[in-house]
């Protein structure tokens, strides 16, 4: 059976065939938050500009365990291709290269440290509890409609002649010019769902705490950084309380609940852990911590 690097190779020199010259490929690795590491076959545009991509990892299980034959992947891989490379949105490029240009399109995000240290050394950040702020760019078609996101590395701003200081209060700005912040309680979520049912009582007609909310952005992507937004914690503090707990649900949202008890800091640490384990992918991953606002201080700070 052939090693990943041999059914990498062996792919990419069948989709050429098979191109016969109509576009150009090229292997592609690219490392995703979290260290998650991956390989694919991308079509080549200009020389630094790569084009769709389609990943092999999933396609070489499937090979291992025998779910499909060797020459049905190709067919399918170089299917994928032509219909991305069809399906493409018109996105100039040249326009990224300059600051004017997409200063307006640039937002942060919120990875964690630890698990991104080898990706760190090479895009602008700074670091937010055990935390990391990232900057990335969305990308738009003519039309302005989002067509997907380019994270920002250190040649990128080199390029732009653009410190990390002015990034981050770019991608500040940008957040709030998008739109207030989305803050929903649970409750109300599960009444538009459950318009009838009497959502308070649990097992057995006990009582049960509902007093829990999602906070994301108005774009709903990558909104666990709305809790950059000093101005945003003191407007949770004002209506959940002072001392209110976050809990990192994913890179795109943060669950809120009121003031707890310290005690309960390592029940709430072991959920985190749980869900992240067995509910969230590990690119989607934000941390294991639970995080506390201090009103005083004005800070997000580690409790558990």
């Excluded at 792919?11 to 490929?25: N, P, Q, S, T, Y």
């Excluded at 994913?250 to 809120?256: D, L, N, P, Y």
Aim: aromatic share 8%; hydrophobic share 40%.
């Amino acid at each position: 059976m052939m090693s990943f690097e041999e059914f990498t190779e062996n792919v990419l020199k069948e989709i050429r065939v098979k191109a016969d010259g109509a576009f150009r490929v090229k292997k592609h690795a690219v490392t995703k938050n979290n260290n998650v590491k991956l390989t694919g076959i991308a079509v080549v545009k200009e020389e630094a500009d790569i084009g769709p991509c389609v990943y092999l990892d999933e396609f070489y299980r499937e090979y291992e365990s025998d779910g499909m034959r060797f020459d049905e992947i190709v067919d399918e891989v170089y299917q994928l291709i032509v219909k991305n490379e069809e399906e493409a949105p018109d996105f100039d490029i040249s326009g990224f290269r300059k600051w004017e240009a997409v200063r307006g399109n640039v937002y942060a995000k919120l990875i964690n440290a630890e698990q991104n240290m080898e990706l760190l050394e090479k895009i602008p950040y700074r670091n937010f509890m055990d935390l990391a702020v990232v900057y990335y760019a969305v990308a738009r078609d003519h039309a302005q409609k989002d067509i997907g996101t380019i994270l920002i590395y250190t040649g990128h701003m080199e390029m732009w002649g653009q410190e990390e200081e002015k990034l981050y209060q770019t991608a500040m700005m940008n957040m709030r010019t998008d739109g207030e912040v989305d803050l929903v309680s649970i409750e109300n979520i599960i009444r538009r769902v459950l318009p009838n049912e009497d959502i308070s009582l649990g097992l057995g007609g006990h009582r049960r705490d509902i007093s829990m909310y999602i906070l994301t952005s108005s774009r709903k992507c990558f909104g666990a950084a709305e809790i950059l937004d000093k101005k945003t914690l003191r407007m949770i503090a004002d209506e959940v309380g002072d001392g209110f707990i976050v809990l990192p649900s994913s890179v795109h949202e943060t669950i809120i609940l009121p003031p707890k008890d310290e005690k309960e800091y390592g029940m709430l640490k072991g959920m985190v852990r749980e869900v992240n384990d067995t509910q969230v992918d590990i690119e989607e991953r934000l941390s294991y911590h639970v995080y506390m606002y201090s009103r005083d201080e004005e800070v997000l700070k580690i409790v558990a």
